[in-house]
């Protein structure tokens, strides 16, 4: 089990929906929680950081590591 904890530059609802619907089609996603405020994604599963970060990125939104994590 991972955690990725993204920064992703979402500025609406639709922003939300469309990060949420690339990851609901991510393979080994178990959960995931989007904190618009903070354009905070952490997502939870069976998942490698690189493929969450492209994922999350074909949205078109400015996606980065958050700061605090280490990249293995």
Do not use: H, Y
Not at 7 to 31: I, N, P, W
Not at 33 to 47: A, C, F, H, R, Y
């Amino acid at each position: 089990m991972q955690t990725v904890v993204l920064k992703v530059g979402m500025s609406c609802q639709g922003c939300v929906g469309a990060v949420k619907r690339v990851l609901g089609k991510m393979e080994g996603v178990e959960s995931f929680d989007i904190d618009l405020e903070e354009q905070k994604v952490t997502v939870k599963g069976n998942v490698k950081p690189e493929a969450v970060l492209e994922t999350v990125s074909k949205t078109g939104k400015k996606t980065t590591f958050w700061e605090t994590e280490a990249v293995a």
